[in-house]
């Protein structure tokens, strides 16, 4: 499973009225992950991308502490869309008015298993050594290493509702991608119960995996199937 489920932000989807009493919203989501759980595989991994916002801080953690009794928190990784360096800063960058809040750079990517001991294929994604001599010190048989659960994912840059296909919280296909290539099941069956305009089944087709997506709007999954079958 790797979906991104709407974030009750009042974004203006075509079908989904993003706008629902916090409480509603939290069962609600609490009840489609419980049937989540209920077709993963025994060995399966949920990725599930959430966030909030400056005022709504706490939902996507009074959501993962709601999932407790029906899953393991096997990793929870930091999806970084922008970041500053020295003199310089890189990634996708929307900004905030006012004067309390910081800009929001990252988003929470939960991977919840149903033990929490699921095998992972970490060097699918792995980063080389920047210290080549850790690879023979530490015994690596490859130049690469562990990722890590901090993800820089910038998004590519989008002026226009019509470069988006009008779907008002798309993310980059490379978040998906990672997620499948991480879980590390060939010919793996992936599942999107949020599918939009279909990036999680681009992903699974791009790494040679299946794809399976649920979309309650007819135009976006029109243009998923516009985009599979392109």
């Avoid at 992950?33 to 993963?40: D, E, F, K, S, T």
């Amino acid at each position: 499973m790797v979906t991104s489920p709407p974030y009750n932000l009042d974004l203006r989807y075509r079908t989904y009225r993003d706008d629902r009493a916090e409480a509603d919203y939290l069962a609600w989501l609490v009840g489609i992950c419980q049937q989540i759980g209920r077709v993963l595989a025994p060995d399966g991994s949920f990725f599930l991308n959430i966030a909030g916002s400056s005022t709504q801080p706490w939902v996507p953690f009074e959501l993962i502490t709601r999932l407790r009794p029906h899953f393991a928190l096997q990793n929870h990784i930091t999806w970084v869309k922008s970041i500053a360096l020295e003199g310089d800063s890189v990634g996708h960058y929307k900004p905030v008015g006012g004067t309390r809040f910081l800009n929001r750079n990252h988003e929470n990517l939960f991977h919840l298993t149903h033990t929490g001991h699921v095998v992972l294929d970490r060097l699918a994604i792995g980063v080389p050594f920047k210290d080549k001599s850790n690879i023979a010190r530490r015994g690596h048989t490859r130049d690469l290493r562990c990722r890590g659960d901090s993800w820089f994912i910038p998004y590519r840059t989008i002026r226009s509702k019509q470069q988006r296909h009008h779907h008002p919280a798309p993310f980059p296909q490379t978040l998906p991608e990672w997620c499948i290539r991480l879980h590390g099941k060939p010919d793996a069956l992936v599942l999107d119960p949020f599918a939009g305009t279909g990036t999680t089944l681009l992903a699974a087709r791009a790494v040679g995996a299946r794809g399976i997506g649920i979309e309650l709007d007819e135009e976006y999954a029109a243009v998923a199937r516009g985009l599979l079958s392109g």
